[in-house]
Every structure is written in C-alpha cells, then in structure tokens.
C-alpha cells in the first residue's frame, strides 16, 4: 500500500490569501450566464481558509465579500453576507475534524455547509417575494465540492515544502 506523502506547511502568507479571496471575487463577477452549475468561487476560497486558517480568514472577512457580492449582484444587502458569515462560521466550528480527512473524505464535510448557504439565500429571496428557482439551484453547491481537492492543491502549493532533504535544514 503507497502512502500519500505527508507535508510539512510553510506558515500561510497573508498576501497570498488575500491574493486568493480577490481572484475568487474576480471570478464570481465575470458574466457567466445563466447556467445553474457555476460554482461560487467566494464561497469555496472562505470556506478553504476558514478550514486551513480560521485565526486570519474569520466570519468579518466572510461579512464584508458578502457585502461585495450584494453590491455587485445588485441583491438584498446582506443576503450573501448572511450566508457567507454563517457558511464561515460553519467551517470554522468544524475545521480541526475537518483537517483528519483526505480531500474526499472532506467533501463529505464541505458538501453542507454549501448546500446550506445556499439555501439561507434561497430562502431570504422567497420572503422577500421571490419564486422557487427549481432544484437546479443547487447544483452550484455540488460543483462547488467537486472543486474541492482542485481547491486544496492549488491554495496549498505554496505552502508546501520540497520533498527534497536538505543536510543544512533540520526539517
């Protein structure tokens, strides 16, 4: 049996996580269309940080993207910021259990707390006079857990150590 190797992280670059929240923001802005599968990119970068890094990425951070997408959506203010602040502080709350799992395994964790936030919009929508959108809906949270282990490669590269052993470095 070949065991998957084990990492050492670099601690987490704030630039970096700042860098990753704007591309997700930039990414949820660009017109897509009207297809219901487009993953929120916003959602999927909190939750990552919230899980990875939950002292530098918190609920605030969740709060004003949130205000950012209500802006840019032309939305309810507060509806993504509602959702994001709890879909973060889900993360959070579960974030040491989280981390024991492969990325499959923490698909099974993530898949929730998407269809969740999604259904905290979906529902501040309907009371405020808006119709069902269908179960179509909610395929953006599936395409969302689908990214996932893209998601943890890509935002931990650069915390990643070589495997290379260096004689001069004791790590």
């Given at each position: 049996m070949q065991m998957r190797p084990e990492y050492l992280l670099l601690p987490a670059?704030?630039?970096f996580i700042t860098f990753s929240i704007i591309a997700a923001l930039l990414l949820n802005i660009l017109p897509w269309g009207r297809t219901g599968g487009i993953?929120?990119?916003v959602a999927l970068v909190l939750v990552f940080w919230n899980i990875y890094q939950p002292r530098m990425v918190g609920m605030g951070i969740a709060f004003l993207v949130?205000?950012?997408?209500d802006v840019h959506a032309g939305a309810l203010l507060g509806e993504h910021a509602l959702a994001y602040t709890l879909l973060s502080f889900g993360a959070i709350s579960m974030h040491r259990r989280v981390?024991?799992?492969?990325p499959a395994g923490q698909m099974l964790y993530v898949l929730p707390l998407f269809l969740t936030a999604q259904l905290v919009t979906m529902m501040v929508r309907m009371m405020m006079g808006g119709n069902f959108p269908g179960w179509t809906y909610f395929l953006q949270s599936f395409s969302c857990t689908l990214l996932w282990p893209l998601a943890e490669f890509l935002?931990?590269?650069p915390q990643r150590r070589s495997n290379e052993h260096d004689e001069n470095r004791p790590l």
């Amino acid at each position: 049996m070949q065991m998957r190797p084990e990492y050492l992280l670099l601690p987490a670059n704030r630039m970096f996580i700042t860098f990753s929240i704007i591309a997700a923001l930039l990414l949820n802005i660009l017109p897509w269309g009207r297809t219901g599968g487009i993953p929120d990119f916003v959602a999927l970068v909190l939750v990552f940080w919230n899980i990875y890094q939950p002292r530098m990425v918190g609920m605030g951070i969740a709060f004003l993207v949130g205000l950012l997408m209500d802006v840019h959506a032309g939305a309810l203010l507060g509806e993504h910021a509602l959702a994001y602040t709890l879909l973060s502080f889900g993360a959070i709350s579960m974030h040491r259990r989280v981390l024991w799992f492969r990325p499959a395994g923490q698909m099974l964790y993530v898949l929730p707390l998407f269809l969740t936030a999604q259904l905290v919009t979906m529902m501040v929508r309907m009371m405020m006079g808006g119709n069902f959108p269908g179960w179509t809906y909610f395929l953006q949270s599936f395409s969302c857990t689908l990214l996932w282990p893209l998601a943890e490669f890509l935002l931990l590269a650069p915390q990643r150590r070589s495997n290379e052993h260096d004689e001069n470095r004791p790590l």
